[in-house]
């Protein structure tokens, strides 16, 4: 006798549909499986008898063959064990047809029976969705999560036996229903986010947070230690709008395949900011068995905020190309697998070993070669690739004077930020872009309107202050300083403010 289930197989973010095929056969009473299973996954024929017996369910007494279809797409993870299971006790005769043919099965088998959270449901769900799929069972836990996605009735179980009861038609729970699509609901409430109205001064700074949030720039912040780096940039999430709901859901399944547990979608954009003694592995992705995103992905519709950034040394080269890609390709021996990677990168770094060269009334105990040395651990198509730079210097009087009027809320600045995103999206409306960070060269120069005086770039090219890639930094700024003023083009003003961010000079000399 023969029967199939379904589950999915993760290779990165996207999901496949897997036939879980199994059938008896004559010989001595063993467990067989075909079908490119990984290390973890061949110890399921073992993991899956004893949990089946452990609840007495039956099992075929003789040999059992059991293939994942298809046969070619290797296949990692513990999550086909209930798939597995069920295919068994089926050929059996232990569950009668019916829904087994329409619903997809997720979860890890304990030898107890019990069944227990595996990560990536919600990608998985979204998988089935997509092949047709209307019914799914997932770990009890994890319900919440795969009901997440719209137009999938959700059982949680929590005992393979549970599991069985709700194919045969003996439900022992009524099924979580999927949330309507325009009602999906919000994770659950976050930690407090930093407000700008905690930074004292600063105004350039603050400034060239907003233009960065406002076009979704690439920052880069140095000074001496202590100034505020890390300070201003963990305020950036602050000034972000919302996810929209198919940002929402990208981002939600990305965390939910790194194993963290959803009660509801991520609608905030997200934030990461990894030490650097990070592996490479856990700042791109990857891993020697499951590939798992990394931090870049975790950070993906987000901010990466990379702090000392010249101690993370060539890791910090890996960062080219999903800079430019907005994806991460992890390739190894018996799979390959694609992440988004589309984050906002902020940089932080001071400006030599012991931060006070070039500090007015500090004193530098580093010679120039440890300087040079140590401002060169940021490569130069890395700085290239950087929209605003900027040097923060301290202040030099107290800013709490009682006449000192209160910086501006993160409300407040967020909504000006949200008036020039939505500029962006209309002017934007028929390209596969939404912020001017995104767009492409080519359209900057051929399909939107220039200043008709561009001697400004021209001069900056042919004395090498700008690289060609550096040309379309500034327009994409330049756009950006537009939006927020409420302009319909770019003027030299404009192009000249823009400059001067990316090069990094003040903007009382502008």
Known sequence: MR???????????????????????????????????????????????????????????????????????????????????????????????GLIGSTVLFGELSLDGRIRNVRGVLPAMLAAAR??????????????????????????????????????????????????????????????????ADVMGHLDGKFALEVAAAGRHHLFLHGAPGVGKTMLAARLPSLLPDLSQEESLEVSAIHSLAGHQLSGLIQRPPYADPHHSVTPVALLGGGSGELKPGAISLAHRGVLFLDECPDFGPKLDALRTPLENGTITISRARATALFPARFQLVLAANPCPCGMWGVAGAECRCDSVKVRRYQERISGPIMDRIDIRHQMLGTNRILLDVGTSPPEPSAVVAARVAEARDRQRRRLADTPWSTNGEVAGPHLRKQLPLPDDLSLLNAALERGALSLRGVDKVLRVAWTLADLAGRDAITARELRAALRLRQGDQLQAA
Not at 26 to 41: C, E, I, S, W
């Open 3 to 97: 029967a199939s289930t379904w589950s999915v197989a993760l290779t990165g973010i996207e999901g496949v549909v897997i036939e879980v095929e199994a059938a008896k056969g004559g010989g001595l009473p063993r467990t067989q499986l075909v079908g490119l299973p990984d290390k973890a996954l061949s110890e399921a024929k073992d993991r899956v008898k004893a949990a089946v017996a452990a609840c007495g369910l039956p099992w075929p007494p003789q040999l059992i063959t059991v293939n994942l279809s298809p046969a070619n797409l290797p296949k990692t993870g513990s999550h086909y064990d209930v798939a597995i299971a069920i295919a068994a006790i089926a050929a059996e005769g232990g569950i009668k047809p």
């Open 131 to 196: 092949a047709g799929f209307e019914r799914a069972i997932v770990p009890s836990a994890q319900c919440d999560e795969a009901a997440l996605v719209p137009g999938l009735t959700v059982w949680g179980a929590g005992r393979i036996d549970e599991v069985v009861d709700i194919l045969m038609g003996r439900l022992v729970a009524n099924p979580t229903p999927s949330a309507p699509s325009s009602s999906l609901p919000p994770v659950e409430a976050e930690a407090i986010v930093p407000d700008l």
